[in-house]
Nanobody, 121 residues
Framework: QVQLVESGGGLVQAGASLRLSCAASGRTFSSYAMGWFRQAPGKEREFVATSSWSGGLTSYTDSVKGRFTISRDNAKNTVYLQMNSLKTEDTAVYYC??????????????WGQGTQVTVSS
């Protein structure tokens, strides 16, 4: 069992940066791939980024490549999403998830409650 708690969301202006954190409980955190997904109002949840259990493999959706960076610290049971050059279209609730290394939400077994990111123009 893994419990996930996101933090770090907020209201920022376009061009600013935010770093989201996702703290996990459970001794098996390091055995899971960790992903970030987001859901904007009226839209389906979409993949943002994923990291393998070691952090050696990462993948990003095209719209955030070069701006967002996923990283993890297995000693702290925490995964991060550094978001730079934020755009208004990045506004969404951001969720972290634990599962297998994948771009698909169905492959993630555990989910956090989400943290709101709002980017104003």
């Amino acid at each position: 069992q893994v419990q996930l708690v996101e933090s770090g969301g907020g209201l920022v202006q376009a061009g600013a940066s935010l770093r989201l954190s996702c703290a996990a409980s459970g001794r098996t955190f390091s055995s899971y791939a960790m992903g970030w997904f987001r859901q904007a109002p009226g839209k389906e949840r979409e993949f943002v980024a994923t990291s393998s259990w070691s952090g050696g493999l990462t993948s990003y959706t095209d719209s955030v490549k070069g701006r967002f960076t996923i990283s993890r610290d297995n000693a702290k049971n925490t995964v991060y999403l550094q978001m730079n050059s934020l755009k208004t279209e990045d506004t969404a609730v951001y969720y972290c998830a634990a599962g297998i290394w994948s771009r698909y939400a169905r492959d993630y077994e555990y989910w956090g409650q989400g943290t709101q990111v709002t980017v104003s123009s």
